[in-house]
Structure formats: C-alpha cells, structure tokens
C-alpha cells in the first residue's frame, strides 16, 4: 500500500482474541454488574429470592426484571451523599406508575422531559412541587400544563421559551420558579449521541458564547418568572468525574458574575446527572458519596471565596439508579454456529426492547441463567430476532458451549434506557415489567399483546 494512501482497506478477520473464561467465570454474577439481591440457587439465577425459571414460567420472555431493594437502596444512597442537597431522578431512564411511587416514597423528586412523563407521574398524586420540567423544545401545551399544575422547576432551553413562559405566567397569574440550562463546554467522554456540554449541539445556552448570560438578564426583567439558579447537564454514562467537576467550578463561577453584574444572588445549582455505571467487567464504578463530596467542595470554595452564600445543590440520577436494577431475561430459540467464527444464539427479544447495542455500541453482560453449566467457553453473539444484522443485544461475549434452545439467557445492566427506549419494531408488543422484592414478583407494566398493537388503527 501506498505510504500517502488515507483509504485504508479493512478485512474482516477472525473475531478478536480474549483472555479464555473458564466454566467457573462463565457461571458467575459480578456483583458490581448484576442486582444486589441476584446470586444462584441450585445452578439457576435468583433475584430478589426469585428463581428465573419460575419468573420466566409465570410472566413469559422476553422479561424485564427489576429489583425493587436494589433500585430503592441507590435511590437512599444517593439521599444521604446529598443530603444537604436534592435528587431528581431523571424519569427517561426508566419511568411507569410504580417506580413514581418508589420515587416518592424515597423522597427524591423526579425530572420529567414531556408532557407524557410528567402525566405519569401526577396519575400516582407525585407531589409538583418535586418536579423539574426539562426539554429543548417543550411545546406550549407542555409549558403551560407544568405552570398550571405548579411544578417545581422549569428548565429554559431557549430565549423564546423565555418569552413563552412570561405570557403562560401572566395568564395563569403564578410566578413560576425557573432555571436556565448552560451548556458549560465541557468535551465528555462519551458516546456522541449522548454528550451535551460542548457548544455544537442542540441543548442548552452557551456559557462562552455569551448566550447563558443573556439569557439572565431576560429572566432578571421578566417580573412573572424567578430566576432560582442553573442548571448544567454533560452527557450521561460518563466515569471520568473530571467532566462534572470543571461543570460544577464553571456554574458556581456564572453564579458569581451574576451576582456582580446584576447584584442577584442565585441560591441553587442543578448539576445534572450522567454518572456511569459498569456494564462488563473492568468498567469503572463511580462512589455517590465521592462524587457528592467533590461536588460540593468545588463549589462550596468558589462562592465561599466570592462572598457569596453556598447554593443547594441538586442532582439528577437517572441511570446510575434504575440502571443495575435491572436484568432482561429472554430465552434462546436458535443457536447457529458459523463455522470458523462465532456462534450467533438468537433470543426472543432485541433491538426492540434493547436498542442501545445497535444505537451506541454500547456493551452489555451476559449469562446462561437457568443453569449452571461446566461446559468450556464459545464465542458468541446474542442476537435478537428483529429482520436487521445489526440487531445484536450483546456483540462479543462468551457463552458456555452446551447453551442450548430453550435456555434462559439473562442480560445485566437494562434497568435504564432499554424499557424507555422500546419500540414495536416488527411489530413485536413490547415485554412486561415485573418487580421483584423478597420472594414476591409484581407486574409493574403487563406485556403487551396483539390487540394493542391493532389499537389505534383505521
Ligand atoms: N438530566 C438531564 C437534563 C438529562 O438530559 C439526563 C439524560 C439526565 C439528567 C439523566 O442522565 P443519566 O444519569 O441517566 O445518565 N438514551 C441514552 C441516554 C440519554 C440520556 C439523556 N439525558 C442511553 O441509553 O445511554
């Protein structure tokens, strides 16, 4: 090949080596990935004191199955780390009626990005006043339904909904609390789709640009609507906590310049959520208390060295709750060995119920769950049954080699963004959710069935 060459050909080879796992790994649940209730029992996979074949006998696959001790024990850690502070669970990682509930009754608030989220949660009587609205483009129906039933927070996207929300406020005679998001520019590393504080993308005022600090002073002569504070947001699935300190000192400095600009002193900041989570093993794990207490230093020191009160911080969790509660269970129909290559094992589920392997590449664990197995390791691909090749729910992972038609497989980690990400692609009604706590299994969210695909049509 020419040295100037910039094409450069890529053959597929074989598939890329990995350290060999032997039958005692493959069987075996790494705490940090699986639920916190999850083990075996006599070979097969329990959660919350549940034996997967008999969740999967009572409920069907594909399953989504949610541990309720280990979602409401984050939801408590993250209360004490911040407990001088507030935590709104991000409703988009994974909402329905009862995990609201949940919510409440850990006494977090809830973010909501859409009319559709915030109807969930008032359906279960969740208090507005522990409400954010979020979104780059709420509609005017979105607006002013928060305004009426008295959300907690409005977080401005944009300098017309500024405009937006004055009129709504005069209309309906109220004096909403609002928060301006900055886009902070800050490089996260992570996946493209989902970084959000550098400039070029569309969420958010620009700090640099000059965009936030406009948008302060438009607020600041609208008398209708209080200004309470800022708002920054990263990106999410994001380990590396530099990111969310250089947000913090860059929000808390703004906090500073309106203060001298216009005599206002803010009293909060929200700074967003986007802790990662691990997925396969030698993820990184982030520590709530670690994060919180960095947090709070940086900005305690800037204010404090300003003059100015310390504001109450708030953060938005939204899969570092719901994330590792989560396990989907499906059940392999086919198991295809491709000679010289890999063995594909297809599931009953896919790119339907989890997206975020086809959408972000992103990586996920998986087991043979309603056994245990001494059978050496094979190469695999889990496949979902969706008509796309790159239907895959997870690329590259080793499976033990007696896996068979009829063995239930379980996938760590889809407790966030894969329930709320589902679609009926193919026309596959989306799978139930079931709730699992001390040996006792609730459908939170029933399968659907064929007549509610057919609902709605002509
Ligand atoms: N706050 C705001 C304003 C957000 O936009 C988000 C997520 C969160 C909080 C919660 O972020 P978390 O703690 O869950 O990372 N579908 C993608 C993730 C999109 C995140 C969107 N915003 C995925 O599956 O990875």
């Not at 569309?202 to 600041?220: D, M, P, Y």
């Not at 909060?268 to 997925?279: F, H, K, S």
Request: hydrophobic share 40%.
């Amino acid at each position: 090949m020419h040295a100037a060459s910039t094409i450069v050909a890529v053959t597929a080879g074989p598939p890329e080596e990995r350290p060999p796992h032997t039958p005692a790994d493959l069987n075996t649940l790494e705490p940090a990935i699986w639920p916190r209730t999850s083990g075996r029992t006599g070979g097969a996979v329990t959660i919350g004191g549940i034996d997967v074949r008999d969740l999967a006998k009572e409920f069907g696959t594909p399953l989504y199955v949610v541990d309720e001790e280990d979602f409401r024990s984050r939801c408590r850690e993250y209360r004490s780390a911040f407990h001088d502070g507030e935590v709104h669970y991000a409703a988009k990682a994974f909402l329905c009626r009862e995990v609201a509930r949940w919510i409440d009754q850990e006494g977090l608030g809830l973010d909501v990005c859409s009319a559709g989220e915030l109807a969930v949660a008032l359906s279960v009587g969740f208090p507005p006043a522990r409400i954010t609205l979020h979104g780059n483009n709420k509609s005017l129906a979105e607006l002013e339904k928060a305004v009426q039933t008295g959300v907690g927070h409005i977080v401005v996207d944009s300098f017309e909904e500024i405009a937006r929300l004055g009129f709504l406020a005069e209309k309906h005679g109220v004096r909403p609390k609002v928060m301006i998001r900055v886009t902070v520019g800050v490089e996260a590393h992570t996946h493209e789709f989902i970084a959000t504080a550098h400039d070029d993308q569309k969420f958010g005022l620009s700090l640099s640009g000059g965009a936030a600090a406009e948008a302060v002073r438009r607020i600041l002569a609208l008398p209708q609507l209080e200004l309470t504070g800022l708002h920054s947001h990263i990106g999410s699935q994001i380990t590396d906590v530099g990111g969310f300190e250089v947000a913090a000192r860059r929000l808390a400095t703004l906090l500073v310049e309106i203060k001298e600009e216009h005599g206002v002193v803010l009293p909060e900041l929200d700074l967003g959520g986007g802790y990662g989570i691990p997925y396969v093993t030698g993820d990184e794990s982030l520590d709530v208390k670690v994060i919180a207490d960095g947090l709070r230093e940086i900005v305690t020191k800037v204010c404090e060295s300003a003059g100015l009160p310390v504001p109450r911080l708030t953060v938005e969790p939204g899969r570092s709750i719901a994330g590792l509660s989560g396990v989907t269970l499906y059940e392999a129909g086919t198991v295809k060995n491709v000679e010289g290559l890999r063995t594909y094992v297809s599931v009953d589920g896919g790119m339907s119920d989890n997206v975020r392997t086809a959408l972000y590449g992103a990586e996920y664990t998986a087991v043979l769950a309603s056994r245990e197995s001494q059978a050496g390791p094979m190469l695999s691909r889990l496949v979902g049954k969706h008509c796309e090749s790159g239907d895959m729910v997870v690329r590259d992972l080793y499976l033990p080699g007696d896996l068979a038609p009829g063995d239930l497989i379980a996938v760590a980690g889809t407790g966030a963004y894969c329930r709320s990400l589902a679609s009926n692609y193919n026309y596959l009604p989306k799978p139930a959710v079931v709730a699992v706590s001390n040996g006792q299994a609730r459908v939170i969210i029933r399968r659907e069935t064929e007549d509610d695909l057919l609902r709605g049509q002509l």
